[in-house]
């Protein structure tokens, strides 16, 4: 490889459709990505036929943009690499497809990437390289995961959700709280102005010492508290003005009420990360702590891991916020490390939907 290698690298794992050029790993040069927020808010989540077709709409526009951007021919690009898992497997395949295609004509290298690893590697993108070993959370729309991370490409899974990840639990309560899609940063906002003791929500740590993660009660928990237990009559209470609506349905919260609400929630889900973390940093021997993917924009989980880190004397590397939702530039920083170590695809790289490990 030259001194100056380019990757292009190519991402449309769920409803993000990404391309990028970036050199060296570390440099990124350009990062295109075409949304689909509009598409699926009605439904309050991802379709994943709407998705794929998206994609397909997609890709060339910002594959062509990508290179524009970076002022980069196609002879430029040391190889071409393509996140191709896990994810929804239509919209896999439209990317795959992709890359498949240039590797093919531009004669250069094809590099498969699990892009959850690339959410584990996107701290160190316009910034310095990540010093390891790392423990690395992964939290998004459907991951939560707990990573040893020896190096780039050396990734050993502690644990992972069992249910719902964290980003669908923010979904999923911010449809319940009448808040909008996506529902992480819907939240992040409306529990700014709110009480996060107002409200005590279950923080399932499940057995043990467990790495492992649940939040599907904890959403649950705020439907109850919401519209009530199925075939239970509410009971009188005395409580927080919070809790005062609780069980007669959203349209009786105050606007206060439902940030009450909102913050207790993000709080149960933060404090359940943070504590995951610090179990799995400390059985680690961790020097490093990384955020990643798109829960890792969250204000309070970013302001939680910081406190953790210092209390355990290790240094945090979070990614830019341009770089914690699904992205090409990951993509094409850590496809970088594998070229280098000769790890190439061949052109009958398969799409992967899940993948636990």
């Known amino acids: 490889m030259s001194p100056r290698a380019f990757v292009l690298g190519i991402e449309s794992s769920c ?80 990317g795959l497809m992709a890359a498949k295609t240039l590797a093919w004509v531009w004669n250069v290298p094809l590099v498969g990437v699990n892009h959850v690893y690339a959410h584990a590697y996107s701290p160190a993108l316009n910034d310095e390289p990540v010093e390891y070993p790392a423990c690395a959370l992964i939290c998004s729309g459907g ?56 409200v005590s929500f279950p923080r399932s740590l499940l057995r043990g010492q467990s790495l492992d993660f649940s939040f599907s009660g904890l959403k649950t928990a705020v439907l109850y508290h919401v519209n009530g237990v199925p075939g239970r009559r509410p009971r009188p209470r005395r409580s927080p003005p919070a809790s005062s609506a609780a069980g007669r349905g959203i349209e009786s919260f105050s606007p206060q009420e439902i940030a009450d609400v909102a913050a207790s929630f993000q709080a149960a889900v933060v404090d359940t990360l943070i504590i995951k973390l610090r179990r799995a940093a400390k059985a680690v021997g961790a020097h490093t702590l990384v955020l990643g993917g798109g829960v890792a924009a969250n204000s309070a989980l970013r302001r939680a891991a910081a406190e953790l880190a210092d209390r355990l004397r290790c240094r945090l590397r979070l990614p830019a916020l341009e770089f914690c939702a699904d992205n090409a530039a990951m993509i094409a920083g850590l496809g970088y490390y594998y070229l280098r170590a000769g790890q190439t695809a061949a052109l009958d790289l398969e799409a992967v939907a899940t993948v636990r490990r």
């Open 143 to 198: 991951h939560t995961s707990l990573y040893r991370c020896g190096g780039p490409t050396e990734l050993e899974l502690l644990g992972a959700t069992i249910d719902d990840a964290a980003g669908e639990a923010f979904d999923k309560v911010a449809k319940i709280l009448n808040l909008g899609f996506p529902g992480g940063p819907a939240i992040d906002e409306a529990a700014r102005g709110g009480d996060p003791k107002a």
């Open 15 to 94: 409803d993000e459709t990404g391309c990028a050029v970036v050199a060296d790993g570390r440099d990124v040069i350009s990062n295109v990505v075409a949304g689909q927020i509009d598409l699926h808010a009605r439904y309050g989540g991802v379709v994943p036929e709407i998705a794929s077709r998206a994609h397909l709409e997609a890709i060339n526009t910002a594959i062509d943009t990508a290179l524009g951007q970076a002022g980069a021919a196609p002879g430029d690009i040391a190889a071409v690499a393509v996140g191709n898992s896990p994810g929804l497997i239509g919209s896999l395949l439209v």
